[in-house]
C-alpha cells in the first residue's frame, strides 16, 4: 500500500532525479542499502576472486585468501539461486509467515522458541578473528550481489549481517531436533487460548522423510587399490548447489553446499571426503515439567523446590493480504530449554544443541583436513547435531561415526520418551568423545554403508556390536534401502567406481519380498470372483523381477499397492520407533488380513483403470521427470521424461519421489540430488550428477542438461584441477563483472 502527502517543488525534483538515476544507473537504487565504505569494500574483495563456470555451468571459485573464496562462494550460490537462500533463512529466523502467511506461523514460533538471534550475535562478537572474517565475507557476498543487481528484490532480507552465518550452523535437510514434538502440538499449546497444563498424547503418523546413502569402499576392496566414497544424498529436488571453492591458503573442496551457507556439506579435497547422512542419533530430549501457578507466575519443580519459569516476548509479523500483523507471543522457558508444547498433564522443555558457534566451526574445518587424524579433530569439537558420517581419504582410511554430538545420560531411562524434568537424575553428564560414539575405522569387511539405518549393520561382519553401546546412542531400526546395500557389498568382487555407482543406482524394491508373498497366499485362498477379477494383475507381479523400470507394468501396480498398503500401518509411537521398518512392516504383513490385501489390488487397479484408461500402464509413462520454469507448475502437456526409479521407501537405493501435482501423471520433486563417486588416489578423480541442471534459468541450456543423465545413472567427469576446468571454461569473471 501507497501512502501520499504533499511535498515541496524541490523535494519532488529529488525525488524524480533519484528515481532517473535508479532507472538509468545500475545498483543507483540498491546502494541506498549500502554505504560507500561497504561498496568500496565489496569491490575490492571482488577482484580478489575469480569465478569460473565450466561446461556444465558448476561454478569454481579461486580466491586469494579463505575469505575472499567465502565471498566469491556467496556471490556465485546468490547468481543462482538467491531464492533458495533467502527462503534457508526465512525458515532459521522463524520468518516464514512474513511471506508465506498464518500457515507457517506456528513453525515460526517453534523455530523463534528455539533458535534466539541474540545467541548468534553474541557467538559472532566472541569469535576467533580469522573466523569473524569468513563471516563478513560470507555477509559481504550476499550484499555485493544485492548491490549489483537491483532487480532481485528480497522479500525480507534487504542485507545480510555477518552473524546471519550462526543462525544456520547445520547443512542437513532435516537440521532441527524437536525431541519428537511436532508443530501441532506447539500450535495446541501456544494458540489454544492460554497455556496448557498437558493434554492427554496421542501419536499422528509419521512425518519424517527418509532419505541418503553413504559407501565407503577401503582400498583392499578397490580395484584400483584405492579408497572410494560414494555420496548419494536423498532430498528434496534442487536443494544445494554443486561448486568448488580454492584459496591460497590451503582451502580446495569440492561438494554440495547447502543454499546460504559458507562450507561444502558433503564432498571432498584432495586428501578425504565425508558423506553426511541424517542420523536418528538421540541428540535432543523432552523434559516434562510438573508445572504449578502462584500469583499469575508459572513455577516448576525441581529436586524439591520451585522454580519460576522465564519468558521472552517474541513477536511475529505476518503476511495478511498486502501488509503485515504483528502477532505477540509469549515464550515460555525452564533451565532445561524452551518450552514446545505439554502432554500428559505435563509442559515439555526441549533440551538440544540447533545453533552453536562450534557447529559452524566444525563444519568449516572438516573441508581443509588433510588427514584421518585432521578429520577426527575437526570432528572433536562435537557439536554436528543432525549427521552420521562416511569418510574416506587417500591414504587408505575408511570410517564411519553415528552421529557427533552425543549427549551422555542415565542408560536405564527410556530417552526417546519424555523424562522427569523434575529431578537432577535426568540431566545431562557432559558428551561423549569421538571415540566413543557408534563408530567402525577400517572394517575387515572392506566396505561400509549406512541408508539412515542401524549402525550395528553398517559394515557386515566388522559392525560394531550394539551391546557395547548405551540404547540412546542408536535407536534406529533396519530399513529396506540397507537390507539391499548389505547384499550388494557382500556379494561383490572387487569394484572399480563404475561398480559403486551401479550399486547406488540399483533399482531391486527388497520391501516386496516381505509384502508380495503374503498377497500371493491371500489370492490362492480367494474366492473364484476374485480371482477372476485379480488374476492378470497377480500373474504380472508373480513374473516380475522387483525391480522398477520404465517399461514395466508390475512396477506401476506394485507401487501404488504397496502405497496403499503401507498407509494402512500403525503409526509409530516414537520418532525412533519410525525406524525400524522392516521390522514393522514385517509384523503388519503377518497380521494383515489377506482379503485386506487383495481389496488393496483391486482398489490399485480400478483407480489405474480410471485414472490412466488401463491398469496395465507402464510405469515411465506416469512417473516423470519435469522441471517447470516456475518451479512448481508441472503439466500433463509440457515436456517430461520418464523414470524408472521409485521412492526409497519400498529399498530402492536411488530415490526418486513423485506424486500427481494437480496432473493425472506424477512428477518427481525430491529424491536423489548430488551424487558423486570419488576415487582417492595420488590424483582425485570423481564423477557427478545434480537433479536436472545447475542453473535455475530456465532459458539457460544448463537448466536441464544433466536430467537425462541423472535418470539413467550416467555421471559427467568432475573437473576439479584448474588446469581441467580451465580447458572446459566457459564463462570467467570477476564477481559484479
Known sequence: MFHFKL???????????????????????????????????????????????????????????????????MYAECEDNFKGIEQNYLYQFGKQAEVDGEKSLYQDITLQLIADTTDAIADYRSAAPWFRQLMDAFADGVNYFLYTHPDIKPAVFQRFKPWYALMFTDGSVSATVT????????????????????????PGPDEREIGSNGFAIAPARSASGHALLYINPHVPFYFRDEVQITSDEGLDVYGAVTWGQFFIYQGFNPHCGWMHTSSYADVGDLYAEKMSKKDGQWYYEYDGSLKPVATRQLVLKVKNGDHTDDHTITGYYTHHGPVLGSRDGNWLALKANNRSYNALLESWLITKATTFAEYKKAMGLLSNATNNTVYAD???????????????????????????????????????????????????????????????????????????YPAYMAPDGQNYRAVNAIKLLTG????????????????????????????????????????????????????WDRRSAINSVATTLAVEWGANVMRELPPAKTVEASTCQTERLSDFMQTVSPGGLLAQLNTTVTTLDKRYGTWKTPWGDINRYQRPADGITFSDSAPSLPVGQTSSVFGQLPSFVSRPVNTQKRYGYSGNSFVSIVEFGSRIRAKSIVTGGESFDSASKHYTDQAGMYIAGTFKDVLFYKADVLKYAEKTYHPGK
Open 7 to 73: 511535498v515541496s517543488k524541490s523535494v519532488i525534483t529529488a525525488l524524480t532525479t533519484t528515481f532517473l538515476l535508479s532507472v538509468c544507473l545500475p545498483g543507483a537504487a540498491s546502494a541506498q542499502r549500502f554505504t560507500k565504505a561497504e561498496i568500496g569494500r565489496y569491490k575490492l574483495e571482488a577482484q580478489a576472486v575469480t569465478i569460473i563456470r565450466d561446461n556444465w555451468g558448476i561454478p569454481h571459485i579461486y580466491g586469494k585468501t579463505d575469505a575472499n573464496a567465502v565471498f566469491g562462494l
Open 179 to 202: 525431541g519428537g514434538i511436532n508443530v501441532n502440538e506447539t500450535k495446541n499449546f501456544y494458540g489454544g487460548g492460554g497455556e496448557k497444563i498437558g493434554e492427554v498424547y496421542k
Open 394 to 468: 587417500d591414504q587408505g582410511n575408511i570410517a564411519f561415526w553415528y552421529g557427533n554430538f552425543m549427549p551422555r545420560r542415565d542408560p536405564k531411562l527410556d530417552w526417546t520418551l519424555p523424562v522427569d524434568g523434575s529431578t537432577s537424575a535426568t540431566e545431562w553428564r557432559g558428551l561423549h568423545s569421538t571415540d566413543e560414539i557408534v563408530h567402525v575405522y577400517n572394517p575387515a569387511t572392506g566396505w561400509i554403508q549406512n541408508c539412515n539405518s542401524t549402525p550395528f549393520a553398517c559394515s557386515g561382519e566388522s559392525s560394531p556390536d550394539k551391546s557395547k
Open 492 to 543: 561383490s568382487g572387487k569394484l572399480t567406481m563404475d561398480d559403486v555407482t551401479k550399486i547406488g543406482y540399483d533399482h531391486y524394491l527388497a520391501a516386496f519380498d516381505v509384502m508380495l508373498p503374503p498377497l500371493f497366499k491371500a489370492f490362492e485362498g480367494a474366492p473364484d470372483s476374485v480371482k477372476q477379477r485379480l488374476g492378470e494383475p497377480i500373474e504380472v507381479l508373480k513374473q
